[in-house]
């Protein structure tokens, strides 16, 4: 149950807390990166891609609790996705994912929207190079 009087989800918390895929994927098929210059929050978010399906995600993040819960959702949201569904994914629906964020907050779900969408970039300009 939600404490009203605390901004964040007990998802939210859970995902701060123990966050999933965080570190590198040696040799990753992408990799992407955003930050918010405003309140210095920085993601880098690898991709291991195998016959258009992401099969592995992980994510080094420095920032506060919303943008590292944020980066350990986007992760579990990507695993096992087609590449077309996978661009699918928005800011809107990590937040939602996690029960909401704070409105001071949902930057940190933009910034994993904006490492998503650097990555699948990267990833068209290694298979065309």
Known sequence: ???KSFPYSELV?????????????ENASAVGNAGNPNCGDLMRLYLKIEDGIIID???KTFGCGAAIASSSMLTEMLKGKR?????????????DALGGLPPVKIHCSVMAEEALKAAMEDYEKRKNS
Do not use: C, T, W, Y
């Not at 918390?13 to 994927?25: D, K, L, V, W």
């Not at 590449?83 to 937040?95: G, P």
């Open 1 to 3: 149950m939600e404490n």
């Open 13 to 25: 918390m859970e995902h701060f807390s123990n966050p999933r895929n965080m570190g590198e994927i």
């Open 83 to 95: 590449l077309e569904d996978a661009l699918k994914i928005s800011n809107q629906a990590v937040a």
């Open 57 to 59: 995600a992980k994510f």
